[in-house]
């Protein structure tokens, strides 16, 4: 049987990490097994273990992949010219949509992991992976506070990140209700208002 070249095999772990950490937004972390992320990514049950040893190691992989996704796309709301208030407002536009909510395999991590990484054992490897990715997603509403932002502006952040995080969960959890367009809609013109 002919060797997988080593550019293959990497292809081959990008098709795996990027399946997986669609699959884990979508399903869950417990709702989708290795031969459900290797079928995805087109390729056999049996080649998992030679690209990870558990599937706890791949769903922290996925897990900074999602997180890091999920960063470039904030970044890319973050216009060159634009103030605080500006980036709160685009990226309550785009994290406060319908797209966000029904798809959730192209979403947020920290509202498609957040359940099932709160019961995973604390010794976990997703475990510190989805704290980085909240880290990072902290850090990015703090760029435009400069190198020590004061407490209060660190609260607000947070504050910022628990409301659009909370709101899409609550969307998505009563999604078919007109209450989850309603609450799509009063955090977005919430956070465009000036919190």
């Known amino acids: ?3 997988v070249s080593r550019e293959q095999t990497d292809k081959n772990r990008q098709l795996i990490e990027a399946a997986s950490a669609r699959l884990f937004k979508e399903r869950g ?3 989708v097994s290795v031969a459900d992320i290797m079928a995805s990514a087109g390729l056999t049950h049996g080649g998992f273990y030679g690209h990870f040893e ?3 190691e791949l769903a922290a992989v996925a897990c900074e992949r999602a997180f890091s996704e999920s960063d470039v796309r904030w970044r890319s709301l973050a216009r060159e010219d634009a103030d605080e208030q500006a980036f709160v ?3 309550a536009k785009h994290y406060l949509s319908a797209k966000q909510r029904d798809e959730p395999g ?3 991590p920290a509202v ?3 359940a099932d990484v709160g019961r995973e054992d604390t010794a976990k490897p997703v475990r510190g992976a989805y704290a980085q990715g909240i880290k990072a997603m902290l850090g990015r ?3 435009f506070a400069g190198p020590r932002p004061s407490k209060k502006t660190r609260q607000r952040a947070i ?3 628990s409301i659009l995080v909370g709101a899409v969960t609550l969307a998505r959890a009563v999604r078919g209700d007109p209450l989850s367009d309603e609450i799509l809609v009063a955090v977005r013109d919430y956070l465009h208002d000036g919190f």
Do not use: I
Request: glycine fraction near 16%.
């Open 54 to 56: 558990s599937k706890d």
């Open 141 to 143: 509403l703090l760029s």
């Open 159 to 161: 504050a910022r990140l």
């Open 29 to 31: 972390l417990n709702g």
């Open 89 to 91: 407002g685009a990226l």
């Open 112 to 114: 498609g992991l957040a």
């Open 1 to 3: 049987m002919p060797r």
């Open 106 to 108: 192209s979403g947020c």
